[in-house]
């Protein structure tokens, strides 16, 4: 594996940060089953004065990636201006920036190792953390890591601050998908009569991968979040393609589905209670109107982590799912 920190251009005017891409050959995503690349880009936001940081490992929701927190938009404030101006004013402390970039084919890979997507958690865990820490100009030193996300991120924030505390000595999750019994079965039943007109599950998905399927319809954003979760979660064919673990009829596979339970934070983080115990800050927020309906798996999370004694803390704001980057800031001044 082979890294390397560039400086880009001041494009956004920032003031209190420097933008930069590093550059990761990854041999955890060499061949990896849907053929992305293993070269990846990830940009980040590095403090113009030299000092000893916490680094901030931000993790994006499913169909986005880590550039886009600098594009433009219109009327208001690219992530990453905003970030600059709280720290101009004082509002946050500076950190380093790192926003992960994991995207795949199927739009996302939950920040985790699995047969259909790939090796991301090495990827992230055993080559990018390193990265940034070896690539850092001389006089800037990473004192700590944090990880967050929302949604998917927010998915991979638990998933990789619970198996790795020391790596990732805080998480900070903001409406992770959680709960499958909830959350994701019924986009399974949805996704069944989406797949169709192409001839069914197995053959959507390798059509999807031969770029055969019209991304603009309406439909597609549900029918690709949920093949890209059994992308995730699921068993694979010989030909690398996932199974479901329901027919055309809706009959429901239970042994299937039990593996992707596994997978699912209600079971992962009941096993690893004690290295919860470990982390400096667990935090999870969740909108009471989350139209993924994962406020309730979040204060399902948050009665087990009363239970097991975990510190952490607990939010529900007023909104919903497409609310979540409204909370970043408030998130942010908790570090």
């Given amino acids: 594996m082979s890294s390397r920190l560039e400086v880009l251009p001041n494009l956004k005017n920032l003031k209190c940060f420097t933008h930069f891409s590093l550059k990761v050959d990854s041999q955890c995503l060499l ?48 992530f990453a201006e905003d970030l600059d101006a709280w720290a101009l004013d004082k509002t946050l402390d500076p950190y380093i920036y790192i926003f992960v970039e994991a995207w795949t084919l199927m739009g996302g890979s939950q920040f985790i190792n699995s047969a259909g997507c790939g090796r991301y958690e090495d ?44 790596v990732f000595s805080k998480c900070f999750a903001i409406a992770p998908d959680v709960d499958f019994e909830v959350s994701l079965k019924q986009e399974l039943y949805h996704l069944l009569y989406l797949v169709e007109p192409y001839g069914g599950f197995k053959e959507t998905f390798k059509a999807v991968k031969s770029g055969l399927v019209n991304t603009k319809k309406r439909s597609f954003h549900q029918m690709i979040n949920a093949m890209a979760m059994a992308a995730c979660y ?17 009959a429901w ?33 969740v909108g009471s109107s989350d139209q993924f309906l994962l406020q309730y798996g979040a204060r399902k999370l948050h009665s087990m982590f009363k239970s097991f004694g975990v510190n952490h803390v607990f939010e529900e704001f007023e909104g919903n ?11 942010l001044t908790l570090i």
């Fill in 234 to 250: 699921s068993t694979v064919d010989a030909e690398g393609v996932p199974d479901i673990p329901l027919n055309k009829d809706g």
């Fill in 253 to 285: 596979d239970e042994n299937l589905w039990s593996l992707w339970l596994e997978k699912d934070p209600l079971f992962f983080l009941r096993e690893r209670s004690e290295s919860l115990k470990k982390l400096d800050t667990l935090h999870l927020t």
């Fill in 321 to 331: 799912h497409f609310d979540l980057g409204k909370q970043r800031k408030k998130v």
């Fill in 123 to 166: 990827y992230i865990v055993t080559e990018l953390v390193p990265a940034l820490k070896d690539s850092l100009p001389k006089g800037y030193k990473i004192k700590d890591s944090v990880v967050l996300g929302g949604s998917s991120g927010g998915y991979g924030a638990l998933h990789l601050s619970s198996k790795y505390p020391d």
């Fill in 31 to 78: 061949k990896n089953p849907l053929k992305d690349v293993s070269v990846r880009y990830n940009q980040g936001l590095l403090p113009r004065e030299e000092g000893s940081f916490t680094a901030v490992f931000v993790l994006s929701g499913f169909s986005s990636e880590g550039s886009k927190n600098f594009n433009f938009r219109s009327f208001e404030n690219s």
